[in-house]
């Protein structure tokens, strides 16, 4: 079957480096999104990889590990508004997106 | 009207009552899809449309149709809706050539509860 695990929730303090796991398992794969989505509101696209390796996009950067099924997000220098949920998603052989939860994610002053 | 727009905003429902969500964007993606987002799961897709004139079935299609009559809108229709149907619904557009690139944009979303 097709699954997305990431951490239900994690906390962090603001100015610190938090690093959200997902690991997938897809019926084929087409690469890995990641999507910010704060509370009552829709997800909105952050980074996307297909290869392996770490993409890096300001404060927020992106890695994959093709062969062990595994990504990350990192958020650097965290700030009050990062306080979100993050949701992980791998595209399956058909590219429809296959969904984890999300992480929630709590900054602390 | 800039990206995707989605009406009601949120809609108190009788169940057995037929419901349209209704679902518009104005960036010319080729590809539209209706999900739900319920508490503690990921985000589930209940159809999807590749381009004008086409339709499939996601994840979770039972008690759910859509039509796509136009590029623009993609509307979902709960035929007689049930408590279990009480959820947020969200729908998003892409600009599809069947590749991994295919980022998927969302519209605000309709918080729906079935009574």
């Known amino acids: 079957g097709q699954n997305i695990d990431q ?8 100015g610190a480096i938090v690093q959200i796991n997902c690991t997938y398992q897809t019926s084929g794969f087409n690469g890995l999104f990641w999507y910010q989505q704060h509370a ?3 997800p909105t696209f952050l980074s996307y990889n297909v290869l392996d390796g ?11 590990s093709r ?8 958020l650097k220098e965290l700030q009050m508004k990062d306080s979100a949920s993050y949701l992980c998603a791998a595209m399956d052989s058909n590219y429809q ?3 984890g939860a999300g992480t929630k994610l709590i900054i602390k002053p | 009207i800039a990206g995707i727009t989605q009406a009601p905003t949120s809609q108190i429902l009788a169940a057995g009552r037929r419901m349209t969500l209704r679902c518009t964007q104005d960036m010319r993606h080729n590809a ?3 999900y739900r987002q319920d508490l503690g799961l990921g985000l589930r897709l209940i159809h999807y449309s590749n381009t004008a004139g086409t339709t499939g079935k996601g994840e979770v299609p039972d008690g759910y149709s859509v039509s796509r009559a136009n590029t623009d809108d993609f509307p979902l229709t709960l035929a007689s809706a049930v408590p279990s ?3 947020v619904y969200f729908c998003a557009s892409s600009d599809s050539k069947g590749q991994g690139t295919d980022t998927q944009y969302f519209g605000p979303g309709t918080r729906l509860t079935v009574l």
Do not use: N, V
């Not at chain 1, 770490?54 to 994959?64: I, P």
């Not at chain 1, 062969?67 to 990192?74: A, F, I, V």
């Open chain 1, 7 to 14: 951490p239900t929730e994690m906390t962090a303090t603001e």
């Open chain 1, 40 to 42: 009552g509101e829709a």
């Open chain 1, 54 to 64: 770490l993409e890096e996009k300001g404060r927020f950067s992106s890695f994959l």
């Open chain 1, 67 to 74: 062969s062990k099924g595994y990504s990350y997000l990192l």
């Open chain 1, 97 to 99: 997106l296959i969904w």
């Open chain 2, 32 to 34: 539209m899809y209706w």
């Open chain 2, 85 to 87: 149907q009480t959820s």
